[in-house]
């Protein structure tokens, strides 16, 4: 009879460690996930720098320190047609935008470090060029769905946001 007892004890107890260490490895793969997701955005936004001769190339088209307004279509096409690399540029520059809101929009990358590195740059790229995306969205309105979602997102957001906790401290 004592042998049971101590048993169920030892195997109760042995429960009781278990789901403590389950709950524990739980929260530390939620971290864990949550850090790769921050680093992950962290090096798309690295990445940007990649597109510098294409920030170049469309400020030789467009003039954008010259002012903020945004670009007329026929401005746009004009440019394009004189120099069919500025388009190519353009493209890769909102492609890339695309991706990165793409994988804020799948919880790949950090909506929050996202938000910190592009805001600015997303917009303006939005703003400037909006002519030229709306037209390339009548031909295939499924262009640049993802960017201009999480610019919408981004913008119904700034009545409620706050700012989260840091990563690593105490």
Not at 2 to 30: E, P
Not at 80 to 99: G, I, T
């Amino acid at each position: 009879m004592l042998l049971q007892c101590v048993t169920t004890v030892a195997v109760v107890v042995g429960l009781i460690l278990t789901l403590r260490q389950i709950r524990l490895l739980r929260i530390s793969y939620r971290d864990l996930h949550d850090w790769n997701r921050r680093k992950a955005a962290h090096d798309a936004a690295s990445a940007w720098a990649q597109f510098a001769e294409d920030t170049a190339k469309l400020e030789s088209c467009f003039h954008f320190s010259d002012g903020i307004d945004a670009v007329s279509l026929e401005d746009t096409k004009t440019a394009f047609a004189r120099d069919p690399l500025a388009q190519a540029s353009l493209h890769r520059k909102l492609n890339y935008l695309e991706s990165v809101a793409s994988g804020v929009n799948h919880r790949v990358l950090d909506d929050d470090v996202i938000r910190s590195a592009f805001f600015t740059v997303l917009r303006k790229n939005l703003h400037r060029f909006a002519s030229y995306i709306a037209d390339r969205r009548e031909k295939s309105p499924e262009l640049w769905v993802d960017v201009r979602d999480l610019a919408a997102k981004w913008d119904a957001d700034d009545q409620h946001r706050r700012e989260r906790d840091r990563t690593g401290t105490s």
